[in-house]
C-alpha cells in the first residue's frame, strides 16, 4: 500500500477514455496511481462528486496593456484575477501580453512572466501579442516559438492590421513553419468604423446601440478572411472569442475541409443575448464582439456539443459597474469586458452538462484537454492520468449557489450573471497536488503559480 500525499476517494473520475468510479492517488505534486489499493497523508471522499481535470482557460487579460496617469485599465490583476480562477476550477490560465509603446513581443512577455511569477496563484502560459510585424517582429517568432511560447496573438479589429496586412500574413508564415498557434480577433476594423459613424450620424447615443457599431458582418468578413489566411499560410488558427452562427458556418466549412482551424466562444455567448442591451445598465454586458441574437447563442450551443467549438474561455478583463455605466461614453465606446473566471465552469456543468446540452467528455474537452493540446500542454495538462500534474476539481454536481459577484474574488464587484442559480460548484481545487481552493475559500498564495513549459503545435 502506498502511502501519498493525498487520496481522492470514491469520485466519478473523468479520464480520456471515460468515466469511473475510481481513486486517484497524488504525490509530489503529481498524478501517480488510479485505482488500485492506496492511502495519503490526507484524503478526499469524493463520493457523489464528479473528479474533472483543472480547467485551462487559455484566453484572460491579466495585465495591463499600458499604464500611466488617466490611462484606464480593468481591474483584476494576475493575484485577483487567478484567486478568482482557482475558486472556479481554473488551475491554468493564458495570458494575451501586450507590448506597450516602445517595446518589442520578448520585452512585453518577459515583463508579463515576471508579473505572474510574482503574484499569479495558478500556473499560467502567456500569448504575445504582435501589434507591428516588423523584421524584429519576425525574427522573434521562431525564437519565442524555441523558447516555450508558441503562440501569437493578432487583432483583425485594428485599423493596423490592413495597413500591414501583407506583413500580417507573412508572419503567419512564420508562425506556421515553427509550430506556433495564431490567434486571430475576427471583427473587421473599416466595417466597424463605418458602422460608428452611421450610429453617430443618426444621433443613436444610448448604450443599446452598441451591437449597431460591431454587426456580424463585421464579424463574419473578418472570420472569411481568416479562413483564407489560414489556408494560405498553413498556420493553426485559433478564432478567439466567436459569437455568431454566421461566423461558426464560416469555420464549419473550414474545419470540414481538413484546416487546423480551431474555435473558441465565451461564456456570455452561450448564456445572454442582445436583448439585455435593453435594460436601463446593459452597457455592463458590453464585450466584443457583442451579444448576438438567440438563434446564435442556439448555434453556439450545437457547436460546443458537436464539436466545432475547439474551447470555452473567458477573456477576463473585468471593469467596475461604475466603469462600464460611465454615461460619457457612447455606444462605440463602451468598455469591453466582465468577470467569468470564477463562474465559467460551474455555469457550463449547469446549464449544459445538468441539461443534458453538452456530455461530460465534451465539457472535459472544451475546458481542459483541448486547450491544454491545442497550446502544447497536453498531458502535464488537460487530464487525469499518471505522470500529468495533479491539477484536479471535485465537483459538487448539487450544491446550489446564487452568483453574487459582490461577494466574488474579482475586484469589479458585480457579475453579469448577478441573481443566477447555479447547481454544481468546485469543492476542492486542487493545483499541483495543493489544495488551492475549499468552496470559495481560496488558500494558495501569490507567486505560487508556475509558467508552463509548452511544446511547438502538433495536431491534436
Known sequence: MEHMDLVIKHGTVATASGASVTDIGIDGGRIVQLGGIMSGKREIDAEGMFVLPGGVDAHVHLSPPRTGPGINSWTDDFEIGSRAALAGGVTTVGNMSFPRKGEQMAEGLRRDIDDAQANSLADFFQHPVLLDPDETAMAQIPELAASGHPSIKIFLSFKRFDRNVEEFLRAMRVAAAVGSVVLLHCEDAALMGCCGELVREAGLTEHRHYPETRPVVAERIATERAVGFCEISGAA?????????????????????????????????????????????????????????????????????????????????????????????????????????????????????????????????????????????????????????????VLDPTETRVIDGANMHSASGYSPYDGWEITGWPKFTISRGEIVAEGSSVDGIPGRGLLVPRRPFSRP
Open 237 to 393: 488558427t485559433y478564432i478567439v472569442h466567436l459569437s455568431s452562427q454566421a461566423a461558426l458556418d464560416t469555420c464549419r466549412g473550414a474545419r470540414a475541409r481538413g484546416l487546423p482551424l480551431y474555435v473558441e466562444t465565451r461564456p456570455i455567448y452561450l448564456h445572454l443575448e442582445r436583448s439585455r442591451f435593453d435594460e436601463p445598465d446593459g452597457a455592463k454586458y458590453a464585450g466584443a464582439p457583442p451579444l448576438r441574437e438567440e438563434q446564435d447563442r442556439d448555434a453556439l450551443w450545437a457547436g460546443v456539443a458537436d464539436g466545432t467549438v475547439s474551447t470555452v474561455a473567458t477573456d477576463h478583463a473585468p471593469w467596475t459597474l461604475e466603469q462600464k455605466l460611465d454615461p460619457n461614453l457612447g455606444p462605440s465606446e463602451l468598455r469591453q469586458g466582465m468577470a467569468e473566471l470564477e463562474t465559467s465552469m460551474p455555469m457550463l456543468w449547469s446549464l449544459g452538462v445538468a441539461r443534458n446540452r453538452i456530455s461530460l467528455a465534451r465539457f472535459v474537452e472544451v475546458t481542459s484537454s483541448n486547450p491544454a493540446k491545442l497550446f502544447g500542454m497536453y498531458p502535464q495538462k488537460g487530464c487525469i492520468a499518471p505522470g500529468s500534474d495533479a491539477d484536479v476539481v
